[in-house]
């Protein structure tokens, strides 16, 4: 199993593996942290806390890769580190009040609540999604021993590529994680649980867009 999810994902980042992602810094006083054919982050560091812009290619359509990411009750069983999400309350079909607990490696759990709102593809739009959030820390009540994250806000920016068959990918982030936690640890988020996010995004794309096929 763990063989298929790794071929998985080498067909998913292919296309975009064979010329390297031309992605030029968002502006000045940002870091390029990490950049590989398939992947590209940057990072500023600002005085709330940390800014993220990641992109990649994914090789499903832009609505597939959409329902995957506001998928925010399945999860715990495709993304990193999460331990628990669920939806707490709707308003129509484009604004959600979510909960999430996850386990960082190295640090407490944390747990945030959020106000995402959502913007479908249509031919007015170009066919561009978009998933907005902020943190909404009084929709739930805090838990002992967990961390609340209090400063929370980004966005997943869902473009179509070839026609639709492909998708561009942007995930915009502004945390702070709160707690006392080592700059190593804060780096690893560029690292390895930003690629692990993206790599869990594009399997659990690619599997179902190969089960509507």
């Known amino acids: 199993m763990r063989f298929l999810a790794v071929s998985v994902i080498v067909i ?3 296309a975009s593996s064979v010329q390297a992602l031309d992605m030029k810094s968002p502006g000045a006083d940002w870091t390029e942290a990490y950049r590989t054919g398939e992947l590209v982050i940057f990072t500023k560091d600002v005085e709330t806390g940390r800014r993220i812009v990641a992109t990649a290619e994914v090789s499903a359509p832009p609505q597939v890769v959409f329902n995957v990411v506001t998928d925010f009750d399945h999860y ?3 993304m990193p580190y999460v331990k628990e999400s669920r939806v707490l309350s709707r308003m129509g079909d484009s604004e959600v009040v979510t909960y999430a607990r996850i386990a960082p490696p190295f640090v ?9 709102r959502m913007t479908r593809g249509i031919p007015m739009n170009g066919g561009v999604f978009k998933v907005e959030w902020t943190a909404n820390p009084e929709a739930q009540p805090e838990i002992e021993g967990v961390v609340r ?3 929370n806000e980004g966005s997943w920016l869902i ?3 070839q026609g639709g068959r492909r998708t561009r990918l942007t995930y915009t982030l502004l945390t702070n994680p709160g707690g006392l936690i080592p700059v190593f640890v804060v780096n690893m988020s560029n690292t390895i649980a930003i690629p692990e996010l993206f790599k869990a995004v594009a399997l659990r794309s690619a599997e179902k867009a190969a089960a509507e096929k």
């Open 159 to 161: 473009e179509p590529l």
């Open 12 to 14: 998913v980042f292919a």
């Open 108 to 116: 407490s759990e944390r747990d945030y609540p959020l106000k995402v």
């Open 149 to 151: 994250v209090k400063l």
């Open 76 to 78: 715990p069983d495709f």
